[in-house]
């Protein structure tokens, strides 16, 4: 598991290598990673927008921006935690994601959090790349 915390807000992330919907003789490799986003301060806050940067063992990068995670923007109050579970492919064995969340406190004050850096590794003779 790896773990983060941006004032006051705990994101951790799991990720599993999906072999069943993983195709390796044609460069597809297939993740899954649950991230729980907990809210350990005292103020309410609600996560707008994520950014991803993906990095693959070639060193090929993409970045991901949209709008909330997995189709919600969820609201947390003091206490509160959200958790969901999203999927990414690569075309390597090997890789690692990192990003971000922009959040908005009940009074409207915009501020990001970090999403820790997570390695994505198919265990196929692969390193893990930190």
């Given at each position: 598991?790896?773990?983060?915390?941006?004032?006051?807000?705990?994101?951790?992330?799991?990720?599993?290598?999906?072999?069943?919907?993983?195709?390796?003789?044609?460069?597809?490799?297939?993740?899954?990673?649950?991230?729980?986003?907990?809210?350990?301060?005292?103020?309410?806050?609600?996560?707008?927008?994520?950014?991803?940067?993906?990095?693959?063992?070639?060193?090929?990068?993409?970045?991901?921006?949209?709008?909330?995670?997995?189709?919600?923007?969820?609201?947390?109050?003091?206490?509160?935690?959200?958790?969901?579970?999203s999927g990414v492919p690569l075309q390597?064995?090997?890789?690692?994601?990192?990003?971000?969340?922009?959040?908005?406190?009940?009074?409207?004050?915009?501020?990001?959090?970090?999403?820790?850096?997570?390695?994505?590794?198919?265990?196929?003779?692969?390193?893990?790349?930190?």
């Open positions: 598991m790896y773990r983060a915390v941006t004032r006051n807000i705990e994101v951790t992330v799991t990720p599993q290598f999906l072999p069943d919907r993983s195709s390796p003789e044609n460069g597809h490799y297939f993740w899954a990673y649950t991230i729980e986003i907990s809210n350990l301060g005292d103020e309410t806050v609600q996560l707008k927008t994520r950014t991803w940067q993906i990095t693959d063992a070639q060193g090929r990068e993409q970045e991901v921006r949209g709008a909330g995670v997995v189709g919600e923007e969820p609201t947390l109050s003091p206490g509160e935690s959200f958790e969901y579970t390597t064995s090997s890789g690692f994601m990192a990003g971000s969340y922009g959040m908005v406190t009940a009074e409207g004050e915009p501020f990001n959090i970090e999403v820790p850096a997570f390695s994505l590794d198919s265990g196929k003779g692969s390193r893990t790349l930190n």
